[in-house]
């Protein structure tokens, strides 16, 4: 079982930047493929990106190609989520998501943290 802590949230101003974390337990961190969600007050969660369990494969959102950046360090069990150029739209729950595979997390199959609000203002 893995277990996921996500941290970094908060509010910024649009055209500012964030930089979210999610803390995983657990030694087999380096064999799960990780995503971040996000979902927005009334509205489904929705896919922001997606990273191989070796780093070397991610994927985005059409939404926030170009401004966000997934990253891991496997040594700290630890997934990044480097949030440049934020718009108001932005504005929702962050959660990342654990499985086995690229296709399995952009999914939304695997394990789950608590999130984390990030809020952008106008």
């Known amino acids: 079982q893995v277990q996921l802590v996500e941290s970094g949230g908060g509010l910024v101003q649009a055209g500012g930047s964030l930089r979210l974390s999610c803390a995983a337990s657990?030694?087999?961190?380096?064999?799960?493929?990780m995503a971040w969600f996000r979902q927005a007050p009334g509205k489904e969660r929705e896919f922001v990106a997606a990273?191989?369990?070796?780093?070397?494969?991610?994927k985005y959102a059409d939404s926030v190609k170009g401004r966000f950046t997934i990253s891991r360090d496997n040594t700290k069990n630890t997934v990044f989520l480097q949030m440049n150029s934020l718009k108001p739209v932005d504005t929702a729950v962050y959660s990342c998501?654990?499985?086995?595979?690229?296709?399995?997390?952009?999914?939304?199959?695997?394990?789950w943290g608590q999130g984390t609000q990030v809020t952008v203002s106008s």
């Open positions: 998501n654990a499985a086995p595979s690229l296709m399995s997390v952009q999914a939304q199959q695997g394990y």
């Open positions: 990273i191989s369990s070796s780093g070397a494969i991610t």
């Open positions: 657990g030694r087999t961190f380096s064999s799960y493929a």
